[in-house]
C-alpha cells in the first residue's frame, strides 16, 4: 500500500480452498486502483494485488493447479486517479495494465462517454491482447464509420498446469446509455449468432463466462441456459458484476457464478474441483464439479495471510513499482490536496434518509438550495430534482479532497430545467419518479426503469437472498417514503464485539464466503430522486416554477410530466447552466466547510 494508507486491520479470517482450477476477480473497480485511504479493511491497492497474484500463482504452479485472473468491467469512473486527469485515466490505464489478466470485459461506464470508449479501444483491448472478449460489444470506427467487434468474441485456451480446455466468453448487459461510437448487441440476439454457436459446441472441459451483469439479471439466465442445453454436463462458471455486491448464484450443480463487490474493496475467489478433462470418451464427463467461493476483503493483512507471507516477504519488485506508479499518479494530480473539512460523516444508505447523518438529506436541505442558481432567473421559484445514483460514495468526516471530489460523484452531468411549469403538474413530477408503480417497473419502456435512478447497491439489494425475510412490500427501489425504511440486516453486532463491520455476505451457497468476519451493518433504502423547493413564496404556492433537473434524469422526468398533465417534450428543456454538478458541489464545500482539518 502507498506510503501513508492506513494500516491493515487484524479480524478472524477464513482461508481459501483451493481446487483444481482457481479464479481471482475483480469488478467495478472504478478507479479505485490506490485502494480506500479512508477505511483501512480496503486499503490494499493494485500493487499489493500484483504482488498477491504472483504469489498466489507460484502456489498454483507447486501444487500443480491452475490460476486464472478475471476482470469484468467499470474499471473507469469514480475516482480521482481516473477522474481528476485531462485525459481521464492519464496514469490509470498503464497502472490498470501491470496486473496480468486473463479475461477481462467491458462494464457499462467504459461506455457512457465517446472518449472514454474510444480509449478502451485503443488502450485497454491492445493492452490486454488474446485476454480482452467483448461477445456482444462493438465498435464504431472513427475513420471508416465501420462497425466492428470491440475485441475478440470469445477466446478458447489450455491451462498451463491441468490442460484443461476453457471456452471463454465476455459479455455486457442490454446496456442503452451507450455513446455512439459504440454498439451493445442484445444478449437474446447474440446468443443465435453463428460464432456463438459454434462456441458453445467446442466441447471444452469448463465454460468460463464473464460479463458485466448482476448475477441476477436476465441475461445471465439466458446464456446459462443457451450454454446448458448443448452441453449437459460441462462445468459452467460466470464472473459477473455490475450489481456492486458480494453475490454467488447457483444456476445447477454443475454451475456457479459469482460477483465480487465494488470499488476494489473485495477480490473474488473461486475454485472448481472435479472438473474431467473431456477424452474420446465423452460420457467420462458426467460426475458433478465441486465450487467454492471466497470474498476476500482488500487489505495487506488479508493478502499476507492468504500468502502465507509477511511484511517484508510480501511485496514483490514489479508490485512494489506499481504502488509507486500510483503514487506518482496521486502526486501529480495532487489527490490528497484538502479543500474543505466535513464536519461529520455523511452516509447514502448506513443513516435513514431524511436525517441529518444522510448525504441526502444534506444535498437536499443545504447544498441544492445554494447551487441551484441562475442569475436569469432568480425571481422564479423552482423546483431542483436529482436522482440519488448521481452520488456514489459517502463522506467521512476530515479532509475533503480533490480524490473525495470523484469518489463522491463522478459524472459529468449538468442541471437542465424547463421554464413556468405549473405548479400543479410540476409538484407531481418527484412522487410519480418514487413511486411511478407500473409506469417506471420498466415494462412499458426498460430504459425508463426507476432502477437506473438509484445506486446499482439499492436495486440489486432487493434482488439478494438475504432479504427474503425482509418485511419490505415493495422491491428497494420503489420505496416511497422514509416511512417505508427498514434497516438491511440487523446491524448487531453485540454477539461479535471486537469485530470490524463489514460485510456479512448470504448467498446461494450459505452464509462463510467473506474470507473476514464482520459484524453486520446497516443499510436502509433510499428513495429514487430528492427533490428541493427554492425560493418559494413564504405563504401559498406559486403559480408556476422552473422544474430544475439533473441532466441524466430528463427522460423520466418528461415521462412523469406527461403523466401529471404537462405536454412537454425535449425541445422545451433548457441549460441551466454549464458547471458540472460535482463541480457545484466542490464549490460549496470550498465555500462552507474551510475549516482546517
Ligand atoms: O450519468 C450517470 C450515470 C449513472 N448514474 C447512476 O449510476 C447507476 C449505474 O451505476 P453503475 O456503476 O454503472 O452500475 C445508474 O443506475 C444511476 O443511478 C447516474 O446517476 N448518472
Not at 85 to 107: A, H, L, M, N, R
Not at 275 to 290: C, H, L, Y
Not at 384 to 411: C, E
Not at 485 to 498: A, F, M, N, Y
Request: aromatic share 12%; glycine share 8%.
Amino acid at each position: 500500500a502507498q506510503p501513508g494508507a492506513a494500516a491493515p486491520v487484524a479480524a478472524p479470517l477464513r482461508d481459501l480452498e483451493w481446487g483444481q482450477i482457481n479464479f481471482l476477480h475483480t469488478t467495478d473497480t472504478h478507479g479505485w486502483h490506490g485502494g480506500h485511504l479512508q477505511e483501512p479493511q480496503y486499503s490494499a491497492d493494485w500493487g499489493d494485488y500484483v504482488s498477491f497474484a504472483e504469489h498466489m500463482k507460484k502456489k498454483a504452479d507447486d501444487q500443480g493447479v491452475d490460476l486464472l485472473l478475471i476482470d469484468t468491467g467499470d474499471r473507469i469512473e469514480g475516482n480521482g486517479l481516473y477522474d481528476a486527469s485531462d485525459p481521464k485515466g492519464k496514469y490509470t490505464y498503464d497502472i490498470f495494465s501491470e496486473q496480468s489478466i486473463d479475461v477481462i470485459c467491458t462494464g457499462n461506464h467504459e461506455l457512457y462517454q465517446a472518449d472514454a470508449v474510444t480509449r478502451e479501444h485503443d488502450i485497454t483491448v491492445p493492452n490486454f491482447k488474446d485476454s480482452y472478449l467483448a461477445s456482444n460489444l462493438d465498435y464504431i470506427e472513427p475513420e471508416t464509420g465501420n462497425q466492428i467487434p470491440q475485441a475478440k468474441r470469445y477466446r478458447k485456451f489450455k491451462t498451463k498446469n491441468q490442460g484443461l480446455n476453457i471456452v471463454a466468453l465476455g459479455f455486457l448487459f442490454n446496456f442503452d446509455r451507450n455513446a455512439n461510437n459504440s454498439v451493445v448487441i442484445p444478449v437474446e440476439e447474440t446468443i443465435k449468432e453463428q460464432w456463438f454457436l459454434d462456441a458453445i459446441r467446442e466441447k471444452p472441459d469448463l465454460f468460463v463466462v464473464t460479463g458485466h451483469v448482476g448475477l441476477r439479471m436476465k441475461e445471465f439466465e439466458q446464456i446459462y441456459k443457451v450454454i446448458r442445453d448443448q452441453n449437459w454436463y460441462t462445468p459452467i462458471v460466470f464472473f459477473g458484476g455490475h450489481a456492486h455486491v458480494r453475490d454467488t448464484r447457483k444456476f445447477d450443480d454443475n454451475a456457479f457464478a459469482i460477483a465480487s463487490g465494488r470499488y476494489f474493496e473485495t477480490i473474488g475467489w473461486m475454485s472448481i474441483d472435479g472438473v474431467t478433462k473431456k477424452g474420446d470418451d465423452e460420457f467420462s464427463a458426467q460426475a458433478s464439479a465441486s465450487f467454492k467461493r471466497r470474498y476476500i476483503d482488500n487489505n495487506l493483512f488479508g493478502l499476507q495471510y492468504h500468502t502465507g507471507l509477511n511484511e517484508t516477504t510480501f511485496p514483490t519488485e514489479h508490485g512494489r513499482n506499481v504502488t509507486k506508479m500510483i503514487a506518482d499518479g496521486r502526486k501529480a494530480l495532487n489527490l490528497d490536496k484538502t479543500f474543505g473539512c466535513a464536519p461529520q460523516d455523511l452516509w447514502m444508505s448506513r443513516a435513514e434518509y431524511p436525517s441529518n447523518s444522510s448525504i441526502f438529506t444534506w444535498l437536499e436541505e443545504l447544498v441544492m438550495p445554494d447551487i441551484v442558481v441562475n442569475k436569469e432567473r432568480a425571481d422564479v421559484p423552482r423546483l431542483a430534482i436529482t436522482n440519488t445514483g448521481m452520488i456514489r460514495f459517502d463522506i467521512f468526516k476530515g479532509a475533503f479532497t480533490i480524490d473525495s471530489t470523484y469518489i463522491v460523484s463522478p459524472f459529468v452531468s449538468m442541471l437542465n430545467y424547463i421554464p413556468n411549469v405549473p405548479y400543479n403538474v410540476a409538484k407531481k413530477v418527484m412522487p410519480l419518479l418514487n413511486n411511478g408503480g407500473q409506469l417506471f417497473a420498466g415494462n412499458m419502456d426498460p430504459a425508463l426503469d426507476a432502477k437506473y435512478l438509484v445506486s446499482p447497491e439499492q436495486w440489486s439489494l432487493a434482488t439478494q437472498p438475504q432479504l427474503e425475510n425482509l418485511e419490505t412490500e415493495s422491491p428497494v427501489h420503489f420505496m416511497d417514503t422514509a416511512d417505508g425504511q427498514k434497516p438491511l440486516g440487523d446491524g448487531d453486532s453485540s454477539e461479535r464485539p471486537g469485530l470490524i463491520g463489514g460485510y456479512t455476505t448470504k448467498d446461494d451457497l450459505g452464509d462463510n464466503g467473506d474470507d473476514t468476519v464482520h459484524s453486520p451493518l446497516k443499510f436502509y433504502a433510499v428513495p429514487n430522486c430528492i427533490q428541493t423547493e427554492i425560493d418559494f413564496p413564504i405563504k401559498g404556492d406559486p403559480d408556476k416554477v422552473d422544474l430544475v433537473f439533473v441532466d441524466y434524469v430528463q427522460p423520466w422526468v418528461i415521462m412523469a410530466l406527461k403523466f401529471s398533465g404537462g405536454d412537454y417534450s425535449t425541445d422545451d428543456v433548457k441549460v441551466w447552466s454549464n458547471e458540472t454538478v460535482t463541480d457545484m458541489i466542490a464549490g460549496w464545500i470550498w465555500e462552507n466547510w474551510k475549516v482546517d482539518c
